[in-house]
């Protein structure tokens, strides 16, 4: 034990200011593993409302056509006759087709498969890993026996739009239990991929879509982060046709110039694990339209 | 030239001397990025005395004489470190094609341009290794708080 009666006070104060050097370091230390998945949600809005203050939290779910006012005209004319109107149809007939064996999609989803996109994606504490809603879609077809979906459009697409469609109006509700270790590693490693710079241009999402919220990326102005999976699956005119979620991370991943992961991959499920919890408290107004 | 007028073009000098010395590479790296910047590969300059090239080393190692044994290290050592970058997941877009497009020089028998291939695949790699250390450390400071 240090005897602080035999030090010189110039000693002494070194001696202080060395310990008090190591606590903090220790207290730095222990804190960096911390993982709070509301203190992030809430750091996030209030990030957005201090941003854009005129904005309301609730229209944040239409993406930059809560920003900006010319894009959010053109797209209330295009919403008039919806360009997913027609994969709706599509994919409410694909659901409640039974499959050669007899059973539905119904069988294999809580409350039918009826208003339930709010709980995706969860964290599946038996299986270890993030359940997204197309993931499971694919599993309910090979449990009966059925070819799986391709991931990225097609009736995958059509039925999990469908899906969103019944859900319409409930509020997001993604847990991550806070006495799940592999739960919150799969937030923490979502909300590194959102954060960290990829690719050869070096950019992360959050480059685009927090800094870069409303602001031009040549001539686009890449939406907000808070609310970007609500309108999931969406019908974009550049694709000319409906898509999922993970098709359009593995094209914003392609256009950092990275090698894109693929669709339905761990790290892209912890990402919509990450950003979903981020819109916690906001409606699923999917199937959308987009540029 | 009165005295004020004077005073002030002496100060505007300093202002501008003060700049050229604070815009002065530190390191060999701020260096050696700020030369390849401005006149990119194949360019010498000198730093702290010391003359250097603006090449980095894969250019330097595919200058070296073309054989199919060279060739082929190089290619492999890319195709390694390129693995390393998938296994990381932070592999960039363009470098699995300029390994393949090695390859196939190498098969054609144009060594030189397979190692000039395979230096570009290995700088990639590399880079994207760096990126992903760098982000380890750094991720969290654009967290909004």
């Known amino acids: 034990m240090l005897n602080f009666r035999k030090v010189k006070p110039f000693q002494g104060w070194i001696t202080v200011a060395l310990l008090l050097c190591a606590t903090t370091s220790v207290l730095a230390d222990a804190s960096e593993p911390l993982i709070d998945p509301e203190a992030d949600r809430q750091a996030l809005r209030a990030y957005y409302l201090k941003r854009f203050p005129g904005v309301d939290i ?5 993406g930059i056509y809560a920003l900006d006012a010319a894009s959010r005209e053109q797209w209330q004319a295009l919403e008039e006759f919806p360009p997913y109107e027609f994969d709706l149809e599509a994919g409410e007939a694909l659901f409640n087709t039974p499959f050669a064996n007899g059973q539905t999609y119904a069988a294999c989803f809580p409350n039918g498969g009826v208003s339930i996109r709010q709980h995706y994606p ?11 809603l197309e993931l499971e ?80 990326i040549r001539a686009d102005l ?36 990275s090698d894109p992961l693929p669709p339905q991959s761990d790290a892209f499920r912890n990402l919509e694990y990450f950003q979903t919890y981020m819109s916690n408290g906001l409606p699923v107004n999917g199937p959308g339209a987009r540029k | 030239m009165n005295a004020a007028y004077t005073r002030y073009l002496l100060l505007s000098l300093l202002v501008f001397v003060a700049n050229v010395q604070a815009a002065e590479p530190q390191t060999y790296q701020q260096a050696f990025e700020l030369n390849r910047a401005m006149y990119g590969k194949g360019h010498l300059f000198t730093w702290q005395g010391q003359e250097f090239s603006t090449d980095h080393p ?22 390694v470190l390129n693995q390393r970058a998938s296994e990381l997941e932070y592999a960039w877009r363009m470098t699995a094609g300029l390994l393949e497009q090695a390859e196939q020089a190498l098969r054609a028998g144009e060594f030189r341009q397979c190692m000039n291939l395979a230096a570009q695949a290995h700088y990639q790699a590399r880079m994207s290794i760096q990126q992903a250390e760098y982000n380890q450390q750094h991720w969290r400071d654009a967290v909004p708080q």
């Open chain 2, 58 to 79: 894969e250019e330097l190692d595919a200058q070296t004489p073309a054989t199919r044994d060279k060739a082929e290290a190089m290619l492999h050592a890319a195709q």
């Open chain 1, 137 to 216: 879609i694919n599993e309910c077809r090979e449990k009966n026996g059925e070819q799986p979906y391709p991931w990225k459009k097609g009736p995958l697409a059509q039925i999990s739009a469908y899906m969103a469609w019944t859900s319409r109006g409930q509020v997001f509700d993604i847990k991550v239990p806070a006495d799940d270790a592999g739960a919150l590693a799969a937030y923490a490693a979502g909300k590194r991929f959102f954060y960290a710079k990829r690719g050869q241009l070096n950019l992360s999402c959050a480059n685009c879509h927090l800094e870069g919220s409303n602001i031009f």
């Open chain 1, 222 to 257: 890449p939406g907000p982060a808070l609310g970007q999976t609500t309108h999931f699956p969406v019908y974009r005119s550049k694709w000319g046709e409906l898509g999922t979620l993970h098709r359009r991370y593995e094209g914003c991943h392609r256009d950092t110039r």
């Open chain 1, 122 to 132: 969860y964290w599946n504490a038996a299986e270890g890993r993030v359940k997204t």
């Open chain 1, 58 to 62: 609730q229209d944040y779910i239409n």
